[in-house]
Every structure is written in structure tokens, then in C-alpha cells.
């Protein structure tokens, strides 16, 4: 088991930035992909981008490409998502996940572990 909380949500400006956090515990947190994904009241969840395990490869979604980046610290069992000009089209909850796939997965299906999610408000 792998367990995900993630933080740093909340209410912000358009234009502003936010950086959310996703700490891991359980197993070795270097053996999986580690994902983010959102969902907006009434919409179906978004694939944002993923990271590989050592951290040199990522695929962000293109509708946050250029604005959102990940990074992750294995040391500190930690992803991040790094989110810039925040649109109120953002506004969403978002959660990280976890997969053990061999490649870098973008669909929901394929991620075995999720944390709660974090709330991310975007004013106009």
C-alpha cells in the first residue's frame, strides 16, 4: 500500500500561482510513476501530467502545458506540481496517484494508489 495526502490548495488570483504537495508513505515511493489529475464540479477527471521515478521525465497535458510543471523529491517521498497564470478554468480538485506501470500512464484506470485531493479555487 502506498498512502497519498496531498496540500497546498487553495484560493488564488488569476494570473497567481500555486504549488501543491503530495507526501507518500507506505512502500518505496522511487518504485512508481506518480500522477495529477483534477476534477471541476460536474466534469469528469483530468489527466494533468505525470513524472517518472527518478524524476527525469514528465508528459503534461497540453492544457496546462507551459503553465504547470512536476518535479519530485525521493529523499523527501514528495511530488510536486507547480502551477503558474492560473486561469479560473483550473479551478478544480486535484489529486495525486500513484502507478507501478511501465511507462508513463495518463489514464485514471491505470493508477493503483490516490491520495484525497486538495481544493484549488482560481478567482476571476
Known amino acids: 500500500q502506498v498512502q497519498l495526502v496531498e496540500s497546498g490548495g487553495g484560493l488564488v488570483q488569476a494570473g497567481g500561482s500555486l504549488r501543491l504537495s503530495c507526501a507518500a508513505s507506505g512502500r518505496t515511493f522511487s518504485n512508481y510513476h506518480m500522477g495529477w489529475f483534477r476534477q471541476a464540479p460536474g466534469k469528469e477527471r483530468e489527466f494533468v501530467g505525470v513524472?517518472?521515478?527518478?524524476?527525469?521525465?514528465?508528459d503534461i497535458a497540453d492544457s496546462v502545458e507551459g503553465r504547470f510543471t512536476i518535479s519530485r523529491d525521493n529523499a523527501k517521498n514528495t511530488v510536486y506540481l507547480q502551477m503558474n497564470s492560473l486561469k479560473p478554468e483550473d479551478t478544480a480538485v486535484y489529486r495525486c496517484?500513484?502507478?507501478?506501470?511501465?511507462?508513463?500512464?495518463?489514464?485514471?484506470?491505470?493508477?493503483?494508489?490516490w491520495g484525497p485531493g486538495t481544493q484549488v479555487t482560481v478567482s476571476s
Open positions: 513524472i517518472s521515478r527518478s524524476g527525469g521525465s514528465t
Open positions: 496517484a500513484a502507478t507501478d506501470s511501465y511507462y508513463l500512464a495518463t489514464r485514471k484506470i491505470e493508477y493503483h494508489y
